[in-house]
Structures are given as structure tokens and as C-alpha cells.
């Protein structure tokens, strides 16, 4: 059975960092396009970054483009969001999702699987 599963979140200052994590598990990642979703309180989810199967093509939320990077070690079966320049409006639950359609995740921002998510919070 798919099973991701994300860590790294928690609190940081502005302008602070943090690395999350998206371990998974069941099946073969380096067949998947996963990506990197966010929902804050009373918004509706977007979609933060997304990476091809083998890491060749990434995406980015213009919110985000400078800031966060995507990237993935097939070997350890796990994706990563590094964040970088946090501010205030990145708070919100990030969650993981995995898709054998990289158009699906990158273009449709959509997937057919999903993590729990980690709660990301960024405040003095």
C-alpha cells in the first residue's frame, strides 16, 4: 500500500529555514512525479513545487521561486522542500502527494495519493 509520511515542520522565525521531508513507502518513487501542496487556515490548497520523475523538470509557486527548492533521492525513496526566507504567509499545513502523471501534479495540481501533512508555522 502507498504510504507517505512528512516531517520537518514546526515553528520558525521569519526569515528562518526549515527542511521538510516526505518519506514513502509501498511503492517504487523513482515511477512517481511528486509534489509539495499547501493549505493555510480558511484557504483553499495550492500547489507549492512539483518534481518529475527523475528530478529533470521542477516547478514553482511564484510565491515561492527563489525561496523554496524541491529535490529527490530515489535511493532513500523520500522528497524534500527546503525552505528558505520563510515568512509569514508560508504558514500552513504542507503536505506531500505523489502521482504517475507529472502533468497531473505539475499542471492540474492534483494527485492520486497523499500524505497527513506537517504543520509549518512561521511567526516572531
Known amino acids: 500500500q502507498l504510504q507517505l509520511v512528512e516531517s520537518g515542520g514546526g515553528l520558525v522565525q521569519p526569515g528562518g529555514s526549515l527542511r521538510l521531508s516526505c518519506a514513502a513507502s509501498?511503492?517504487?518513487?523513482?515511477?512517481?512525479?511528486m509534489g509539495w501542496f499547501r493549505q493555510a487556515p480558511g484557504k483553499e490548497r495550492e500547489g507549492v513545487s512539483c518534481?518529475?520523475?527523475?528530478?529533470?523538470?521542477?516547478k514553482y509557486a511564484d510565491s515561492v521561486k527563489g525561496r523554496f527548492t524541491i529535490s529527490r533521492d530515489n535511493e532513500k525513496n523520500t522528497v524534500y522542500l527546503q525552505m528558505n526566507s520563510l515568512k509569514p504567509e508560508d504558514t500552513a499545513i504542507y503536505f506531500c502527494?505523489?502521482?504517475?502523471?507529472?502533468?497531473?501534479?505539475?499542471?492540474?495540481?492534483?494527485?492520486?495519493?497523499w500524505g497527513q501533512g506537517t504543520q509549518v508555522t512561521v511567526s516572531s
Open positions: 518534481i518529475s520523475e527523475s528530478g529533470g523538470i521542477t
Open positions: 502527494a505523489a502521482d504517475s502523471s507529472v502533468f497531473r501534479i505539475c499542471v492540474s495540481r492534483s494527485a492520486g495519493s
Open positions: 509501498g511503492f517504487t518513487l523513482d515511477r512517481y512525479a
